[in-house]
């Protein structure tokens, strides 16, 4: 079975600028979680969107926001970038929603906001 | 919402010794409790996790055990090998959805 696929690897991006990331969970799985991480505040949640619903949601501004399609695919968009943004983001795949369920990883997404 | 302290930072072992790292959650709703391993330039990788209903789990060289009175959970890697040098991050997770709230963060070096 393949794994959680996140693309780009990594991005190169300017102050003020938009970016959209990209995630396919594991074939099967309808609940997909995006993540944050940062040398200084660690792991944080962002959202988590299932059967293209969002569930949950972290606390992070209005920039960030994320969405489901009916294939499970979700994508993250960050606008009005600020330097503060460069991180590594995860997205993160389970087979259900409601607590208790195990989570997968991708990758990342590797952003640089210059 | 939950606060999940995790100890130590960092941690080194002789391979071959066991390591052993900490965690302490807030929130009693908390009810999962996974370990993920991440080397260098890769996601986070799920190792072993534990239920609220049980003590204790283990899967070969990795245990993991559960006190819900006291709001701790450990990891114990026996046997330690180069290969297990890594990040180490514990996490909780509330029974409401599928967010978990993650530790610090351990360094593990392993010495050959």
């Known amino acids: 079975k393949a794994g959680v696929t996140q693309t780009p690897r990594y991005l190169i991006k300017t102050r003020g600028q938009q970016v959209t990331l990209s995630c396919s969970p594991i074939s099967g799985h309808r609940s997909v979680s995006w993540y944050q991480q940062t040398p200084g505040q660690g792991l944080q949640f962002l959202f988590e969107y299932f059967s293209e619903t969002q569930r949950n949601k972290g606390n992070f501004p209005g920039r960030f926001s994320g969405r489901q399609f009916s294939n499970s695919r979700s994508e993250m968009n960050v606008s009005t970038l600020e330097l503060g943004d460069s991180a590594l983001y995860l997205c993160a795949s389970s087979p259900k929603t409601g607590g208790g369920t195990e989570a997968f990883f991708g990758q990342g997404t590797r952003l640089t906001v210059v | 919402g939950e606060n999940v302290e995790q100890h130590p930072s960092t941690l080194s072992v002789q391979e071959g010794d066991s390591a052993v790292i900490k965690c302490t959650y807030s929130?009693?709703?908390?009810?999962?409790f996974p370990w993920y391993k991440q080397e260098l330039g890769k996601g986070p990788q799920l190792i072993i996790d534990i239920r609220s209903n049980v003590g204790e789990k283990k899967d070969q060289r990795i245990a993991v055990t559960l006190n819900k009175t006291a709001k701790h959970f450990s990891l114990h890697i026996t046997e330690t090998q180069p290969e297990d040098s890594a990040v180490y991050f514990c996490?909780?997770?509330?029974?409401?959805?599928?967010?978990?709230?993650f530790g610090t963060g351990t360094s593990l070096t392993v010495i050959p």
């Open positions: 929130d009693s709703a908390s009810n999962y």
């Open positions: 996490a909780a997770s509330p029974n409401t959805g599928n967010q978990f709230y």
